[in-house]
Structure formats: structure tokens, C-alpha cells
């Protein structure tokens, strides 16, 4: 029997006496091994259900550890925002985790040891204000927020318990104030609030991919450099300038100053570093307006360079005197009105265009309305209204008609580039398109150019001449409009130009607000002292990071309108 | 016989019954200590990679062109900027280094035998002392506290 299953064992029927007691005994044993066989099927059940159903497929979520937000997650309450890089893949901004710390009372073990030790890390908080908001009855109190490693470090040291740390992300800009007035900054919710940070808010909070920019954050500081070191001298109020592309409308420099520390913007949103000149301020920039007046009449009406115009009188009209600052009086060729920046010449072209084909021609440029721009803020230029004729002869040498700097610069890109109009932008593309919109056509963009050169070899800009890299531009002294009326000590010089400027690549544009003269300038403070020579230094130290060669032995291009200027006219 | 196959049969199925319990939790042991493993590694990625993310910033932040160009003045002064004369279209404008032919120079080699009209040697005042004569550095010092001006002529000759 025994050699059997242990089961027969349960068929054995013993007879006797006391078999019925047996029995009894029997019953209960099955009854005892069933509860035990249920029992341990329980047990098993609930073992594959932890280890398999909970185990596999929920404890990634039920994961009791330390919680962490996924690197560079775009989650919905997560205050990370996607990185912006300059043009050469430099940070702009970018988002770092930082630990901030809260205390939770109940569970601090020694409130006056913690505090002692917390004073310690953070000598800039006073020990009874951590005492008294650790002994407090409420169960959450904020320490400081945003700690750096070290700190963090140190406080894991204390290990006190009710210490608990909470990550979230901080929004962080490399280059400091080197771009404020572009990429703007974001607040401690991580919610952009100006500059590029405002205007690709929702792409940068639900992004992990960088937004690439044209600026080059190279020739963003010397731009800043040239025009803070200009201001010094010049004692001025502010600045701006830009670096364009010609061809397509990338922005490689911007600066407007004075401006903002990102990490700490100014609370006074009207405060001066806020304000951003580039795109925001409209200003009567002058002179720089007589490339656009000179265009259009080459433009449309094909007259030779050799005509001249009549500057020995001012011109009179409703009430008004148009004087030159440097009074030729006698006839001036076209070449020698742009070159000595006659203000009477440039209104009688004027005249010849009419107010029509002078709007028209503004308008193409798109002089006369906002432009559209990567960042929101963008101001609306501020034009004559109703446009009556006096209003074409002084819009002719930049006043009454202002505009925003870059869209002069970007105006200037279309009357160089062989005349295409072009979309200024900051956001880079993979493939820049090429601008096909045309204005004036290739020969008029030549004759601008000599024209240009001109300005820069024989005229008002020559101290933005460079040897190497041939600038030309136009430069700009347009007296400010205060309350109504124009004050003579207050100015805006400015310059605007191209280089090189045999076949253009880049535009530049500088403008200096209020400058006052200095001991070295003989008493002036135009743009032929304070701009032109801020673009010849930053022409020459770009030209090299931009790569373009430098043509010692090059041949003028401004030297065949030489035979149009007289002896007088050349300075 | 039938009896034998019969229970047989059922050591068998409860043999595999025990083998796949045991197995089965075997497995999914194996799974969640690989799992505790992934896990881990998936923390140390994200920390690893908020750590490149610091580092990133810090690097651009270290190498601001202001601070670039603040250092470069600072320390490496013989270093200027490149202005547009310093760039040279054509390589073969630069002059080679001459060679010890052209410069003139003479190997130099061992006296053979010694010359005797040369006498230049012994002209030659320089006289190797172990201790400094106490009378040239009295001579010195009374020399530069004559008057200051003195002391700047003298640095003004050096410079010349």
C-alpha cells in the first residue's frame, strides 16, 4: 500500500470499534487541508497580480523615488522652454533645473540647529525669519528658490527631514545683455514677456528643438562695443545698429542701447533700457532719407547724373524755409548733392519725382507701414497726415516722415542689393530665400552705389573709410523734434551703408541719440563725426569674422562720377 | 495499470504546475530587477544630460566675446586684432624663412689653432666675480638718490 499515491491513503476504511470517531477525524483534516489549498491559491493569486498585472504594467507610474521631470520634457506645468542659439549655434537662452527649497514644520526635528545650519548656506536671510517659519503650524514655507548646486549640496548635508527640495526650470541667457532688446526674457512662470521669448512663446514652451537665429553674437558685441564706445564720447543719450544681410533680410547684429540685464529686467516698463530702439522707436533720421529721394528720381525719371540743380536759393513753401547746413549756393550735379548732403538740391528732385511717385516710391520700400517683424515689438512709422506737398520736399531729406531703424536699414538693402525688396528677420532659416520683389532696377542699384561710395571717399562719411573693405553709405544729422518744434542742439546722427560696396553683402546701420560735441570733434556732432567713424571700426573688425577679403589695390567705384563734382564740391 | 498512468499523470501536472509557478515568478523577478535597472539608467541619462545642459551654458557664458576679448587684451598682448592689412590674399606673397646660407651665417666649429694677432679677448672687460664688489653697488646707490630726475634721465637713455 504504502508504494501507492499518498492519496489512497485517504480510501483506507478502518474497521472497529471506534471507527466512527475516526472518521470524524478524517472529515476534519479534509476540512483543514481545503482551507489550506484555498488559502495558498489566495496567496498565489495575489502573487501573479503583484508581480505580473501591478508589477508589469503600472509600477513605471506607482515608482516610489526620487521624482524627476524628464530631461528637456515639454510638459504642460513645467516651466522649461526650448533653447535659442545665435546663428553659430551659441545660447542665447536656455533653461537649466535648479532645486528651490521649502520646509515642511511638522516634520523638522530641530527647528534652531536647521536654522543655524540654513543661516550658514544663506547668509543673506536673517536667522529669526528661517526660525520663525520653521517653527511654524502650517506644513509648506519656501526657503529660497533657484539654489545653485553647492548650495543644494550643503543643505543634503544638514539632512534634516523636513528639508524638500522641488525642481523646476530657470530660465538662463549666456550672453547676458548682449541681446536683450532680441531675444527678450521670460518670467519666473516661465512665460515669455518680450523679444523673441514673447513673440515664439507658445513654440519655445511646447518645444525641445532649438530656435536658431541670424544674430552672430561675434558681431552683436562689436556693434555694441563700436556705439557704447561713440556714446561715450559723444556723451549721448542712447543708440542703436544693425548688420544686415542684403541679399535675404538676416539680421546678424542688433543692438539697441541703453539696455536690460535679462536675468533682472527693469519693473518700469518705461524706463529708457526697455525700450527697444530698433524696431519700436520711429525716428526722424535725415539725410539717410536722400538715398531713397536720389533712387526714386533715377529711377523714374533717367536723368543723367550730369544734371544739376540750383542751390543758391532756400526753397520757400507754405510757410517754410528749406536752408542747407553747408550752404554751396550755386548749381550742384546730382553726384555733388548727395555727396555734400544739400538739403536744397534734394527737394527740387523731389519736386521733379512729385509727391505721387515719391509716396509710391516710399511705400515700395515699405517706408509707410509696419513692418512685419519676428518680434512683437514693432511701432508703426509715423507719416504726414493729410501728405500735402511740403510734406514731400521735407519727407525728400528725412523730416516729418519717421521710421523705425530697421526698416531704413532694410530699405537700404533694396536700394544696394540690385534692387529686390528684402524681408529683415531674426528667425534662421534652413534655405534664406532670395528676395524677387523688384524696386529699381540693376543700373539704378549701380548708380547708387557710386553714389553711395562717394559719400564715404569724398564726402561727409570719410571717416567711415576703411582701407581694405570699401564702405559706402549715406550719412544722416537730422535735428530732433521736440514738442513741435526742431531743436538745433538736440540731433540724431546716423549712418547707413553697405559693404562691400563693389557687390554689396551686408548692410550697417548705426544711429546715435543726442550726441553732444567733444573737445576732439571742433565743436560738431554730426554723423560724419559720430556714426561714420563707429562704422569704420566695426566694418574692419568684421570684415574678417564675416569673411570677406579685403582689396588693398581695388579700383574706386566712385571714381567715374568724380568728372560731375567740381573743385569746390570736393572737400 | 490504468490506475498508474492515471496518477502518473496527475504528479505530472502538478509538477508543472509547481516548474511554471516557480518559473513564472522567477521571470518576473528577472523583469523587475532589470526594470529597477532601466530605471536607474534612464535617471542617470536625465542627469547626465541636465548636467551637459549646465555645462553647455557655462561654457557659452565663459566664452562671451566680451570676456574673450577682455582676456585676450589681459594676457595676450602680443596678439592684436586682425585688421584688413593684416590679411594677405596671395600666400606666396610671405617671405620664407631664409636659410642659414643667406643670412651669412658660419657654422660654427673648433679652433683649429688659435691666431696670434687675435687680441680681442683680452679686450673684453668681463670679469666673473663670486661676491659683488662692495664699492660698484655703493657707487650704484648713491647714483639713484641723487634726485628723482636723474633716475627718470637715466630710464629716459635706457628707452632711446
Same mark, same amino acid.
Not at chain 1, 529686467?265 to 524706463?271: I, M, Q, V
Given at each position: 500500500m504504502s508504494r501507492k499515491s499518498p492519496f489512497s491513503r485517504l480510501t483506507i476504511r478502518i474497521m472497529g470499534e471506534k471507527s466512527g470517531n475516526l472518521d470524524l477525524v478524517r472529515g476534519r483534516v479534509v476540512l483543514l487541508a481545503t482551507f489550506f489549498v484555498v488559502f495558498y491559491l489566495v496567496v498565489m493569486v495575489r502573487v501573479v497580480d503583484a508581480t505580473i498585472i501591478q508589477g508589469l504594467f503600472s509600477e513605471a507610474e506607482s515608482y516610489i523615488g526620487a521624482p524627476q521631470a524628464d530631461a528637456g520634457s515639454a510638459s504642460q506645468n513645467s516651466t522649461f522652454r526650448a533653447d535659442v542659439i545665435d546663428r =553659430?549655434?551659441?545660447?542665447l537662452a536656455t533653461s537649466l533645473k535648479t532645486a528651490s527649497l521649502h520646509a515642511d514644520p511638522k516634520n523638522i526635528l530641530n527647528p534652531v540647529d536647521t536654522a543655524k545650519g540654513l543661516v550658514k548656506i544663506?547668509?543673506?536671510?536673517s536667522y529669526g525669519e528661517i526660525l520663525k517659519k520653521l517653527q511654524s503650524e502650517k506644513r509648506f514655507v519656501w526657503i529660497k528658490r533657484n539654489l545653485t548646486p553647492n548650495e543644494q549640496k550643503k543643505i543634503l548635508e544638514l539632512g534634516e527631514p523636513g528639508l524638500v527640495f522641488d525642481y523646476d526650470y530657470r530660465r538662463f541667457y549666456p550672453q547676458g545683455e548682449l541681446s536683450s532688446h532680441i531675444v527678450g526674457y521670460a518670467n519666473i512662470d516661465g512665460k515669455g514677456q518680450a523679444g523673441i521669448e514673447l513673440s515664439f512663446n507658445n513654440l519655445l514652451r511646447g518645444s525641445n528643438d532649438p530656435l536658431q537665429l541670424t544674430i552672430d553674437v561675434r558681431l552683436q558685441h562689436i556693434m555694441k562695443r563700436e556705439i557704447k564706445a561713440a556714446m561715450k564720447a559723444y556723451t549721448a543719450k542712447a543708440g542703436a545698429g544693425i548688420i544686415m544681410d542684403v541679399h535675404t533680410g538676416e539680421v546678424l547684429a542688433a543692438v539697441s542701447l541703453p539696455d536690460f540685464n535679462p536675468h533682472a529686467?527693469?519693473?518700469?516698463? =518705461?524706463?529708457p533700457e526697455m525700450f527697444n530702439r530698433l524696431t519700436l522707436g520711429m525716428y526722424e533720421l535725415g539725410s539717410t532719407f536722400k538715398i531713397f529721394t536720389t533712387a526714386a528720381l533715377l529711377e523714374k525719371k533717367n536723368f543723367p547724373l550730369s544734371k544739376k540743380y540750383d542751390t543758391t536759393e532756400p526753397v520757400r513753401m507754405a510757410g517754410h524755409t528749406i536752408h542747407d547746413y553747408h550752404p554751396e549756393k550755386r548749381p550742384l550735379s546730382i553726384p555733388e548733392i548727395f555727396m555734400v548732403s544739400s538739403n536744397i538740391g534734394t527737394v527740387h528732385m523731389a519736386q521733379d519725382v512729385g509727391t505721387d511717385g515719391m509716396k509710391k516710391f516710399f511705400s515700395d520700400l515699405g517706408l509707410m507701414s509696419k513692418m512685419s517683424f519676428d518680434i512683437d515689438e514693432v511701432g508703426s512709422p509715423i507719416i504726414p497726415n493729410p501728405w500735402r506737398e511740403i510734406n514731400t520736399l521735407t519727407a525728400s531729406y528725412g523730416h516729418g516722415i519717421a521710421v523705425s531703424p530697421m526698416q531704413l536699414t532694410a530699405a537700404t538693402c533694396a536700394i544696394v542689393n540690385g534692387g529686390v525688396k528684402v524681408n529683415a528677420h531674426l528667425v534662421k532659416q534652413d534655405k534664406e530665400p532670395l528676395a524677387t520683389t523688384r524696386i529699381i532696377s540693376q543700373q539704378t542699384s549701380l548708380k547708387m552705389r557710386q553714389l553711395m561710395r562717394l559719400v564715404v571717399s569724398h564726402g561727409t562719411a570719410r571717416k567711415a573709410n576703411i582701407a581694405g573693405y570699401e564702405v559706402g553709405g549715406k550719412t544722416g544729422t537730422a535735428q530732433k523734434n521736440v514738442r513741435g518744434r526742431y531743436d538745433a542742439n538736440k540731433r540724431i546722427a546716423s549712418f547707413v551703408g553697405a559693404f562691400p560696396i563693389d557687390n554689396p553683402q551686408y548692410a550697417i546701420m548705426v544711429m546715435v541719440d543726442e550726441p553732444n560735441p567733444n573737445a576732439k570733434s571742433y565743436g560738431y556732432a554730426t554723423a560724419g563725426w559720430v556714426a561714420a567713424p563707429a562704422v569704420g571700426e566695426i566694418v574692419s573688425s568684421v570684415g574678417s569674422i564675416l569673411g570677406i577679403k579685403p582689396e588693398m589695390e581695388a579700383a574706386d567705384i566712385s571714381d567715374p562720377l568724380l568728372k560731375f563734382v567740381s573743385e569746390k564740391g570736393g572737400h | 495499470m490504468r490506475k498508474i498512468v492515471l496518477r502518473l499523470s496527475t504528479i505530472a501536472a502538478i509538477l508543472m504546475a509547481v516548474i511554471s509557478g516557480v518559473s513564472l515568478f522567477w521571470v518576473s523577478q528577472q523583469v523587475q530587477i532589470l526594470e529597477r535597472q532601466q530605471r536607474i539608467l534612464k535617471q542617470q541619462v536625465v542627469s547626465e544630460k541636465e548636467g551637459i545642459r549646465v555645462l553647455n551654458a557655462e561654457w557659452d557664458y565663459l566664452n562671451r566675446p566680451e570676456r574673450l576679448e577682455y582676456l585676450s587684451k589681459k594676457y595676450l598682448r602680443s596678439m592684436e586684432q586682425v585688421s584688413p592689412e593684416d590679411i594677405l590674399k596671395n600666400a606666396s606673397i610671405v617671405p620664407e624663412k631664409p636659410t642659414e646660407e643667406e643670412l651669412g651665417v658660419i657654422p660654427a666649429a673648433y679652433p683649429v689653432s688659435k691666431p696670434k694677432n687675435l687680441v680681442a679677448r683680452k679686450q673684453v672687460e668681463r670679469i666673473v666675480r663670486d661676491t659683488p664688489e662692495v664699492k660698484f653697488t655703493e657707487e650704484k646707490s648713491t647714483a639713484s638718490v641723487k634726485d628723482f630726475q636723474s633716475v627718470l634721465n637715466a630710464i629716459g637713455e635706457m628707452d632711446e
Open positions: =553659430n549655434g551659441v545660447l544663506f547668509p543673506e536671510i529686467p527693469k519693473t518700469d516698463a =518705461n524706463s | -
